[in-house]
């Protein structure tokens, strides 16, 4: 907590900017591409994400705007969101402004619902999981795999079980890079990440 995930993440779709140094996408200096480009590139599902006043289907199609009820199901579905939804009364259900009509996690589903319907090339994912249960959190990972399969998936997490399988692990102590690697490399010689999987699983849950 306050290592600089967020910040990091943020550098991407240039909410800051670098003060030392370069972000770039596509071999591209972010600074230098057109913000519409750089953001038609993205997929932000924010650490809090906010939902506007309207309804399901409209907060989702703020992704894309001409996405089809079918698209929006399926993005839907995808998030983990379709049982709630249904159970709210469907896509023309009400949201709240803020979505204090929702818990957290509904919130954390519609957000991934919005950037899942774009196909962006570029998704930053800013611990959108952290208000899922350990179940579903687990079935929007593995729906969520075949989906992004051709993209940049970046994700913030504190969690261990939702990133243990990315090709690469970057881990973060106050502010600074101190271990970049798989699980595997990491637990057998990066004690920061070590202690932090072990203060979460079992050492044999960890291998």
Sequence with gaps: TGSGKS???SLVPRLVDVTGGAVLVGG?????????????????VPQKP????????????????????????????VAQATGFVQEMGGLDAEIAQGGTNVSGGQRQRLAIARALIRRPEIYLFDDSFSALDFATDAALRRALAPEVRQSTV??????????????????????????NGTHAELMADNETYREIVLSQVTEEEAE
Aim: glycine share 8%; charged share 20%.
């Design 28 to 44: 591209v200096d972010v600074r230098e591409l057109a913000p519409e480009a750089l953001w038609g590139a993205i997929g932000l």
């Design 154 to 179: 970046v994700i913030v997490a504190q969690r261990v079980s939702t990133i243990r399988h990315a090709d690469r692990i970057v881990v973060l102590d106050q502010g600074a890079v101190v271990g």
């Design 7 to 9: 910040t990091l993440l």
């Design 50 to 77: 906010y939902l506007f006043t309207g309804t399901v289907a409209s907060n989702v199609r703020y992704g894309k705007q001409d996405a089809s009820d079918d698209e929006v199901w399926h993005a839907l579905e």
